[in-house]
């Protein structure tokens, strides 16, 4: 089984890019896409994508934010609510539920220049870990993908140094992502590669970032522990092209 995440900065232009085309060739069973900024009347999928049942959750202003779910298996239950209107009405979250896991579609705050949205990212964050926290209790395997817009590690990123008060690598949001993993919840692309340096899923479309590779890791699939039996590999699909993100994804075995 294979899932796939990608901020796709604009589902409108990426399917200009060849969005569809990539999906109907790459076949995934699940593909979780973040930054749509679009409302689901505006995308038809119709017969372009015949297989896949879309779910989307698109942000009260128009034109931000915004996530969908395509997967081929219809789920047992959905819910765009994470609890809060400040955060639903802003389309970060979706979950669906399968028959041995919980799949969470995020698309986490950006803490913004100067972190002037920094509490508001924070408060998300421990939302969001308090909401699988209760659904772990209930014995199902727990999945969590999207743009988390963090960098963990100095080794996530090509210069830690420079970014070191800056969004995306400040000390309380990296902090955050130290406490998810203590919680008992797995990195899946550092389960594989725990050194491995020069990974990276966004790089900005300004100083020929991606073809120098000045890049960020900040786009990750994130399993429980519990669920790690599952879990048969890890990995980040930096050569498509149609965003200034990097499609990521996972395999999983019965």
């Known amino acids: 089984m294979e899932l796939l995440s990608w901020n796709v900065n604009g589902i409108r232009a ?3 890019n060849g969005f569809i ?31 896949y049942h879309a779910y989307w959750h ?8 915004g996530v969908l779910t395509l997967s081929k298996q219809k789920p047992l239950s959905e819910s765009k609510k994470l609890g809060g209107k ?38 998300f964050n421990q939302t969001v870990l308090h909401h699988i926290e209760k659904l772990r209790r209930l014995g199902k395997g727990i999945v969590i993908c999207g743009d988390f817009n963090v960098a963990h590690k100095e080794i996530d990123l090509k210069n830690p140094k420079a970014n070191q008060k800056n969004a995306g690598f400040s000390p309380n949001e990296r902090a955050w992502f130290t406490e998810l993993i203590d919680y008992g919840y797995i990195d899946t692309f550092r389960e594989f590669y725990p050194e491995t340096e020069g990974e990276y899923t966004w790089w900005t479309y300004r100083y020929n970032a991606r073809k120098k590779n000045i890049g960020w890791r900040i786009d990750y699939f994130i399993i429980n522990k519990e ?14 092209m149609g965003s200034d993100h990097a499609p990521i994804g996972i395999t999983l075995k019965d």
Do not use: M
């Open 58 to 65: 698109s942000a009260k202003k128009k034109g931000y934010s």
């Open 227 to 240: 669920f790690h039996e599952h879990l048969s590999s890890a990995f980040i699909l930096k050569d498509v």
């Open 14 to 16: 990426c399917i200009a």
């Open 86 to 123: 400040e955060f639903d009405i802003e389309g970060r979250f979706l979950q669906l539920e399968f028959t041995n896991f919980y799949l969470i579609n995020a698309y986490f705050p950006n803490s913004q220049r100067e972190l002037k949205r920094l509490d508001f990212k924070l408060k």
């Open 21 to 51: 085309e990539w999906v109907k060739r790459r076949s995934p069973d699940i593909v979780c896409v973040q930054e749509t900024k679009a409302q689901p009347n505006q995308i038809t999928f119709g017969l372009d994508l015949p297989e």
